[in-house]
């Protein structure tokens, strides 16, 4: 049996002051300092933010620097720096070439972003609704056909709906955009999370017992307590809907009918078709393209930054 002793401090100190006993000192390992842990740890993610922050607006930056120069000096200067303000000439030109067409493509992209989301929201919120709180045959199987067809890229299938849009004939229409958009499965999902965490059993039970009607109990309660996953819904799908490209250029052939982006493409496109540069004209339309979305992401952010959170806890 192996015994083990241990020497006084005393004898210790006297035994590393002469060097004798030949065993290195011992040292007690202690742990970093927590705040310092806690201040490189805050340095990593301030450096993480910083660069982000410079990759994400590094191109809107050369948009507006873009935006305001000429044909000359766009192509001769510094892409990073003015070169002489033109954007109100630039402007003038966008707004009045073609007669005003770039006006019209705005208004249609507000009609489908705009018209498109409130249908996909309120169809979402409903369904999201019944498949939270209400038990029926095949409720599990609905749901999995949900999450895999949001799965499914919309690529995939813009050629069937564009076959079908055909054989009844929407194409070239305006509901040939509206239609899919009412339509979104991943909103559907985020509403059914909304409706788990926000509405409780017993409310909806008390208000049975009450008397109201479902149709009551849904357009009077449930809608005003999912405002903000309501917001969150259809901020997320005018965003999508807004920056549609695919789609708009399969279904949307005359260009009365077309959105923002698709008529953008179409203008920077004509310089190798016919020798028409109107590259100043498509990046000013490019830079007043976001405005607008920036504006509803600015109004709405206390919902959605809400929402997103609510979501992510669930």
């Known amino acids: ?97 073609e007669d005003g067409v770039f006006l019209r493509w705005t208004a249609n992209s507000f009609l489908y972003a705009g018209v498109g989301s409130l249908g996909s929201t309120l169809i979402a919120l409903a369904t999201g609704y019944g498949l939270a709180r209400f038990d029926f045959p095949g409720r599990g199987v609905v749901f999995a056909c949900v999450v895999g067809s949001f799965l499914i890229p919309i690529a995939l299938l813009t050629l069937p709906l564009y076959l079908m849009f055909s054989e009844i004939g929407l194409v070239d229409t305006p509901w040939a955009m509206l239609i899919p958009c009412l339509i979104n499965p991943f909103s559907v ?61 399969t279904v949307l052939r005359g260009q009365e009918n077309w959105t923002l982006n698709l008529g953008l493409y179409n203008w920077s496109g004509k310089r190798a078709e016919s020798g028409i540069d109107l590259t100043s004209l498509v990046l000013t339309g490019a830079l007043l393209s976001i405005v607008p979305l920036a504006i509803i992401m600015t109004a709405m952010r206390r919902y959605w930054r809400t929402g997103v959170t609510m979501g992510a806890l669930k």
């Open 189 to 249: 999902y985020l509403a059914k999370v909304y409706t788990e965490a926000t509405i409780p059993f017993e409310l909806l039970e008390a208000a049975r017992i009450d008397g109201a009607g479902e149709l009551r109990i849904f357009f009077s309660i449930v809608l005003r307590m999912m405002t903000t996953g309501g917001a969150t819904v259809f901020l997320l799908a005018f965003v999508n809907t807004w920056n549609a490209f695919f789609l708009p250029l």
């Open 1 to 97: 049996m192996a015994t083990t002793t241990t020497d006084s401090p005393r004898k210790s100190g006297k035994s590393r002051k002469s060097g004798r006993s030949g065993v290195p000192p011992v040292r007690r390992i202690t742990s970093p300092d927590a705040a310092s842990r806690g201040r490189g740890g805050q340095r990593f993610i301030l450096l993480g933010l910083i660069l982000a922050g410079v990759y994400s607006l590094f191109p809107v930056w050369w948009l507006i620097v873009a935006a305001t120069k000429d044909r000359v000096g766009l192509y001769q200067s510094n892409g990073l720096w003015f070169s002489g303000m033109h954007l109100w000439d630039n402007l003038h030109q966008l707004f009045t070439y």
